[in-house]
């Protein structure tokens, strides 16, 4: 193994998506063989056995792990190397069944001079036929598999799947939204903790969500604005606040800022001045903004964060999610800022110590907040820690993220809350690259040996 | 035992198109899976009564 972490920037090209275009033809190929079975069946009337109905169900298993492929990367315009290998192990798992019920089949009618069951097909029974084809698949996805360094670039077609097959098509979209939401476990569990993934946005033709290549993510369609329809609170109201909170708001959150003292606030020339195009947002005290919000986005000032914290009443906010962006910068020193809490401690930890009710995720801290919520601003592979003790809180973090446009590959787990040492204490070196490079439109990359 | 497998599978497709949990996905996928396993297991109640030698 050389690395766990794509060796090239993803770039899509045509062989890169051969196992994504493999993925389209074995579900539909193996729909297209279920079909001919139904055609035999109600066109021809020759009534299937038991074992024929067996192995048309796990015809239909199998396809369903090549369609998770390929919902994946419709959905995400992604698919990472854990969907693959998820989506063709349950396709392997079910040929392998399939097969040994058509094998039995098969050798139920292999004495001399037994006719067989049905029809045949080219001179095959149909169960000989599918025994084969449960064989061919099993080669297939190895050879698929093999060959996967080169067929699976996580770039893929990103296009939401409809009838009219134009990637703006909201035929399926408006079909899903019909349902109510309380038929789906996962979609009760979204509404509770806040992990839903956001929906797909319409992106035109041929366009990756998350693809490297210098695009601004794309703005949700106007349905899937209203659809998402989660509450933020975003604490702070500095540059990274505001920017956070627009990207929330452009995403179709509902989003309050807290601030300490919002009529302040308000009377601030910048503040006034980004709050007029952002006409969605709310602006309310700390405690109020809160109570408001299902998730928590901590964008104050390190040094003050505890306290922001304490005003926002947070210790009776057990449960929320708290997503930690700020950094413990201290500046009584002058510049550049030495951090406090440092080494044996971090801003990440302190928070829960103080909050244990909050479930904390730190991620977002090493790079600029633009970056932080329009990732393609930085061209190439580069990457967004996080850390956090409430595996539920990260995914929802993780979810947050990948609406920002950080495809799954590029999102690096480091753990426990402690973690958070490590990555408060690559701000000194982002500080110093800043100065080396003049601007702030970089991140880290971590690239396996 | 055959409709109430096909309508299981149509929910497991279901589930996947509305993106739910990759737990809960699995979960469904291997149950159904199972369910077949059984139903064959079912089925398959007598030997091949093969008498080749290979």
Known sequence: MHTLLPEETPTGSLLGRVQYWFACFFAIGWTGVVCGGLFHQFALWEHPCPLCIVQRMFMLLAAMGAAYIVRTALAYGAVTSRDYMMGWGMSLVALIAGSFASWRQTMLHILPKDKGYGSEVLGLHLYVWAWLLFQASVVAIGIALSFGHSTTDSSVPAARPGPCGRPDCSYWASWARSSPSTWWPCSSRRASTGSCRMPRTATGSSTTWGSWNGRRPPAPATADRKESGMRYAVLGTGIVGRTVAARLADLGHDVVVGTRDPAATAAREEYAGWQAGQPRVRLAAFAEAAREGDTLVNATGGQVSIAALTEADAAHLDGKVLIDIANPLDFSQGFPPSLDPVNTDSLGELIQRTFPG??????????????????????????????????????????????????????????????????????????????TLGHTDFNFHVQGA | MDTLIFGGLLATLIAMYRETSRTFMLGAWWTMLLAVILLMAHHVNSSLALTLSY
Not at chain 1, 369 to 384: F, N, Q, W
């Open chain 1, 358 to 435: 909050l479930r904390v995720v730190k991620t977002l801290n090493t790079m600029n907040c633009r970056i932080m919520v329009d990732p393609a601003r930085v061209e190439g592979e580069h990457h967004v820690f996080v850390c956090g003790e409430d595996a539920d809180a990260k995914k929802a973090a993780r979810e947050l993220l990948h609406s920002f446009g950080w495809p799954e590959r590029s999102i690096l787990d480091l753990g426990g809350i402690e973690a958070a040492r490590g990555t408060e204490m690559l701000l000194p070196v982002w500080l110093r690259l800043m100065g």
